[in-house]
């Protein structure tokens, strides 16, 4: 079965700052990858997903996404951050054998205005 | 708004009880998912359930049930409940059969005392 490792549990940045979230899966064959975001009381939200084509994919709110497949990652990134991206992150990978998504832990992330 | 609603958002109980937590899925979606947020397991995919139907299953204990019913909303019953049963409780649902879920309701913070 597949699983998903987010080494970073927790971050804090300061509001400008670059972020980059890091993601790997386990699985040899082929997978779909998604990022979720859930802001404070709020509901699991799609920032992004890959299921084939190009590598970079570009979220909402400015957030982007690359798949390396030789490295196993998925990991988001965003130039700059705003207090308003202060949520928890969560990346999910399906395959070809379960479209069920498994999830990764979670990184909380914090902004500091 | 997602267009999934979950009832009750909080719920606080003992040990040994029984709980219902329900869900309604967004309009026009066939598919309703059920999965349990807690610290020490992440998010972990339980029950998925399609036009009333049992689709796919994941990692629900014995003392976990699920229905779905004719006008689509689902309910989950835990009984039996136990202090490692405190988390929170998430329904999501989807249009289609085979596909990941979409739309995430906001969640029941279930307490066990």
């Known amino acids: 079965a597949q699983s998903v490792s987010q080494h970073n549990h927790h971050v804090i940045l300061s509001e400008a700052a670059s972020l980059e979230l890091g993601c790997n899966y386990s699985?040899?064959?082929?997978?779909?990858l998604f990022w979720y975001v859930q802001y404070p009381g709020q509901h699991l939200q799609l920032l992004l997903k890959?299921?084939?084509?190009?590598?970079l994919v570009k979220g909402i709110k400015g957030f982007e996404a690359e798949f390396i497949k030789s490295k196993f990652s998925f990991n988001l990134r965003k130039p700059s951050v705003q207090w308003s991206d202060t949520a928890e992150y969560f990346c999910?990978?399906?395959?070809?054998?379960?479209?069920?998504?498994?999830f990764g832990r979670g990184t909380s992330l914090i902004v500091h205005p | 708004d997602s267009g999934v609603t979950q009832t009750p958002k909080h719920l606080i109980t003992a040990t040994g009880q029984r709980v219902t937590l329900r869900c309604s899925p967004r309009?026009?979606?066939?598919?309703v998912y059920w999965y349990q947020q807690s610290l020490d397991q992440g998010l972990q995919f339980l029950i998925q359930?399609?036009?009333?139907?049992?689709?796919a299953k994941g990692n629900i204990l014995e003392r976990f049930s699920a229905q779905q019913f004719p006008d689509l909303h689902s309910e989950l019953n835990l009984s039996s409940l136990e202090l490692g049963d405190s988390a929170l409780y998430f329904c999501?649902?989807?249009?289609?059969?085979?596909?990941?879920?979409?739309?995430f309701g906001d969640g029941t913070r279930l307490s066990i005392l």
């Open positions: 999501a649902s989807s249009a289609g059969r085979d596909n990941q879920p979409q739309h």
């Open positions: 699985y040899g064959g082929t997978v779909n």
């Open positions: 890959y299921f084939s084509g190009d590598p």
């Open positions: 999910a990978v399906n395959t070809g054998r379960s479209y069920i998504p498994t």
């Open positions: 309009s026009g979606d066939l598919s």
């Open positions: 359930y399609y036009n009333g139907e049992e689709r």
